[in-house]
């Protein structure tokens, strides 16, 4: 029975590692260990901003919302993924294949801005140190974060509702183990050239312009770097910024190749298996790289740790 969009068809089968059957334990058990890692350490992250007057700073301002994002990002597929490598009925309501796939680009879209706001704000801090407390103030990181935030609303939405008014009435069978943009789009029963033109605008725009936005201000940065006289300033400048530019080159690098590229050099198994890095070992790895490799967070977790073991005691 056809639905009113033209649809004919209530659920849409996710085929996702059916075809490697004997990965599907091993899979599951990588999936909810980085999973719950994601979880934890974005998790603790948001509560030791929160509870730390020391990290009320720009830096860890967006540093809360990336967390707040990786959380939302990696949730948006992770649990269905573990549901279905345990069942043998992977399906998902076609509205339910909608909101996956709309939430997936709002945040992968507002995860994208944030990461070119965090670059511009190590950009002002090294080369414009002098005026980054008014540069960079309360109002101005909200108002940065707030559009980081509305570009995601409106791209996920605006992709979404363009995908989903289309007519479905063939293969309601998706190659892959959540709904992405690409494969969705391609069980539509019509002509699909506008939205993959306006697919591959939007990743140009949201994946490719903040990267190389994000280039040009490490070049400042780095060149900014080695005029520094003093050496302790420049390893400083550099343990600031290294957090942030490992986080860019893994997502982007994973985004870039995934989502710019023709689609005749599109690969369904290799996108299945590099999915599962950015959208759940990527997200998990975040908190261990800012952790690390900033005293800052190492120093705020340790006295919050001494302080729930004094009020133990």
């Not at 091993?26 to 909810?32: A, N, T």
């Not at 670059?119 to 080369?127: N, S, T």
């Not at 995601?152 to 959540?178: A, D, E, K, Y």
């Not at 725009?205 to 420049?234: C, D, E, G, H, Q």
Request: hydrophobic share 50%; aromatic share 14%.
């Amino acid at each position: 029975m056809k639905k009113d969009n033209g649809t004919c068809f209530t659920e849409i089968a996710l085929l996702g590692f059916s075809d490697f059957q004997t990965l599907q334990e091993l899979l599951f058990c990588l999936v909810l260990t980085f999973y719950f890692m994601a979880l934890m350490g974005n998790s603790l992250i948001l509560i030791l901003i929160i509870l730390n007057p020391t990290l009320h700073t720009p830096m860890y301002f967006f540093l809360w919302n990336l967390s707040f994002l990786e959380i939302g990002y990696t949730s948006t597929i992770g649990p269905n993924l573990l549901l279905n490598l345990l069942s043998e009925n992977q399906t998902i309501s076609f509205w339910g294949c909608g909101c996956q796939m709309c939430f997936f680009i709002l945040f992968g879209s507002t995860d994208c801005c944030l990461l070119c706001v965090m670059a511009y704000d190590r950009y002002v801090a090294i080369c414009k140190p002098l005026q980054y407390p008014y540069i960079m103030n309360y109002r101005e990181c909200t108002k940065l974060a707030a559009a980081s935030w509305a570009i995601g609303v409106f791209i996920g939405l605006g992709q979404s509702i363009s995908i989903l008014t289309l007519p479905f009435c063939g293969s309601n069978r998706i190659s892959h183990f959540f709904c992405d943009v690409l494969p969705v789009l391609r069980l539509a029963s019509t002509n699909t050239y506008k939205n993959e033109v306006a697919i591959a605008t939007m990743a140009v725009l949201v994946i490719l312009v903040p990267f190389l936005l994000i280039l040009f201000s490490y070049i400042l940065i780095i060149s900014t770097i080695f005029r520094m006289p003093v050496a302790k300033n420049r390893r400083k400048a550099f343990s600031t910024c290294s957090s942030h530019l490992t986080v860019v080159c893994i997502f982007y690098g994973t985004g870039i190749f995934t989502y710019i590229r023709p689609n005749s050099a599109y690969s369904m198994d290799s996108n299945r298996f590099l999915a599962v890095l950015y959208i759940v070992v990527t997200p998990s790895l975040n908190p261990i790289i800012y952790s690390l490799r900033n005293k800052e967070i190492k120093a705020a977790f340790m006295k919050s740790a001494v302080r729930k073991q004094v009020f133990l005691r």
